[in-house]
């Protein structure tokens, strides 16, 4: 857990194995530390996607009834002028 890895979560051993130069290999963070952010990341992925539904439902749902509110205004203009 504490193997050092790099920005896509792979070891040098990994890199190795799969055929891949491993010469100008760097690590930069633990394969944990790895694995929690990317954790972290999807959940914020899944709220931001969630929150951002529920802002243009209510978006539109403002604006659907503005027009409604805007056309009823319309139409109750037009009958009293006929």
């Not at 963070?29 to 790895?34: E, I, L, P, S, W």
């Not at 992925?45 to 027009?67: F, P, Q, R, W, Y």
Request: aromatic residues 4%; hydrophobic residues 40%; without cysteine.
């Amino acid at each position: 857990m504490t193997e050092g890895v790099n920005s896509q979560g792979q070891s040098r051993a990994d890199q190795k194995r799969a055929g891949r130069d491993s010469y100008n290999f760097k690590d930069e963070t633990t394969r944990v530390a790895f694995l929690i952010d990317k954790r972290l990341n999807e959940e914020i992925e899944k709220a931001m996607k969630l929150a951002l539904a529920t802002a243009n439902d209510a978006i539109t749902n403002g604006l659907k009834s503005a027009v409604a509110f805007e056309l009823n205004k319309i139409n109750a203009k037009l009958k009293a002028a006929t």
